[in-house]
C-alpha cells in the first residue's frame, strides 16, 4: 500500500463515513449528559470539565497536523517489511476490530505498567470526576507513539489502513462507558467493558489498582488476570492528585516529575528504571536522603 492510497482511504473510505457518525453520536452523548447535570443539578467540577473540553479541543488541533499523520507515515514502511497481506473484506474488517481491541488491551495495560508510558495515559486518570467529558481527556502526546503498539498488526498481514482504523473503532466504543449514570448491566459487565467496568479502572481504590484493561471485550483481562467487579464505592483520580485545572499541567505534569527524579538518580542505571521501570520504583537512597 502506497501513501497516496491510504491518504486515499482514510480520506474516502466508506468506514470513514461509520467513524464521522459515531464521533458526531459520541458528542451528542457528552452534550446530553451535560444538560442532564445541569437540570438536576448534579455535582461537578465544572473547572475539571473545562479542562476536558479544552484538552480535547488541543487534540483536535493537534490532530490536523503532522502529529495526526505520524502513525502513518511509521506504519507505512513496516508494512513493506513483511510478504504477508490480508485482503479488505467484511471477514477480515471483523478479525481486524478483534485483534485491535487484543492490542489495545496490552498498550493499555504496558501504559500502567511503565512510567514513561504513565506520564501520557495518566492524563486521562487525573480526574476526580467520572462523566463523559472524561473521554475527551486524552494526552496530547499519545499520538506521537501510541501507533507502535500497530506494527505487530502490520506485520501478520493487516495494512496500515485497517490498523488504524479499527484500533479508532476501539476506542470510540469507550466514550459512552465514562458514566456514573449508567449501573451495573448483569452478564453484560462479563463480556464487554461498561460503564460499571471502567469506573472500576479508574477508581484510586487499592483492590482496584491497574485493574480492567480492556477496550471493548473485558474477557482479555479475565484470561490475564486482571478482571475487577465494581464492589465498593470508587474513588476517582490518581493515588497522589494533582489538583490542578490548566490543560498543559495536566497533560506535562508527570513528565515534569520523572525529571525531577532523573536528575536526582546518582547512575545511569537507576535514571533508565526511574524513567521506564514500573510506577512506584525509586533508588533506595531517595529515601535516605529526605531523612
Known sequence: MSFTELLFLLEKAS???????FFVFNLSL??????????TAKKRRWGDTGANIAIFIMNQLLDKTVVGGIGVIGLLPISLLTPLEIPHTIWSWVLAFFVADFTYYWMHRLEHEHRILWASHSVHHSSEDYNLTIAMRLSIVEGLFEWMFLIPMVLIGFSPFQAIVSLILV???QTWIH?????KLGWLDEVFNTPSVHRVHHGSNDKYLDKNYGGVLIIWDKLFGTFQ??????????????????????????YKNIWKDVKRCRNWKDRFRVVFGDLQWRPSYFKEEKE
Do not use: H, W
Request: aromatic share 10%.
Open 229 to 254: 467487579r465494581e464492589e465498593e464505592k470508587v474513588v476517582y483520580g490518581l493515588t497522589k492528585n494533582i489538583k490542578s485545572n490548566n490543560p498543559i499541567t495536566i497533560n506535562f505534569i508527570e
Open 30 to 39: 457528552i452534550a446530553v449528559e451535560l444538560l442532564l447535570d445541569v437540570c
Open 15 to 21: 468506514v470513514m463515513e461509520y467513524i464521522a457518525f
Open 179 to 183: 458514566t456514573e449514570r449508567i449501573k
Open 171 to 173: 476506542a470510540q466504543f
